[in-house]
């Protein structure tokens, strides 16, 4: 069983910051990718950023230069700094990681933290 908790959303100003942190626990032998999604009302669940065990990046286009995702191997925990905020970020964001748990290949999503952003 793993368990992933996340932290750091909230409601922030057009032009603001937030950083969200999840932190996965549990059954984990290892973990390949990391990332960030997001779901608006009435939307599909979109990627944001993903980060490999290695350190290479993915962004969405509507997020390149102003989100960041970075990871902490030895905290099993992935970041997303996300500055100049717009209304159109508004949504539920959920982590994800991808990798060996409990002897098995794998996904597992967190609970999802709301970010909402006021013009």
């Known amino acids: 069983q793993v368990q992933l908790v996340e932290s750091g959303g909230g409601l922030v100003q057009a032009g603001g910051s937030l950083r969200l942190s999840c932190a996965a626990s549990g059954s984990i032998f290892s973990i390949n990718d990391m990332g960030w999604y997001r779901q608006a009302p009435g939307k599909q669940r979109e990627l944001v950023a993903t980060?490999?065990?290695?350190?290479?990046?993915n962004y969405a286009d509507s997020v390149k230069g102003r989100f960041t995702i970075s990871r902490d191997n030895d905290k099993n925990t992935v970041y997303l700094q996300m500055n100049s905020l717009k209304p159109e970020d508004t949504a539920v964001y959920y982590c994800?990681?991808?990798?060996?748990?409990?002897?098995?290949?794998?996904?597992?999503w967190g609970q999802g933290t709301q970010v909402t952003v006021s013009s």
């Open positions: 980060i490999t065990s290695g350190g290479s990046t």
């Open positions: 994800n990681v991808r990798g060996k748990f409990a002897g098995s290949w794998g996904d597992y």
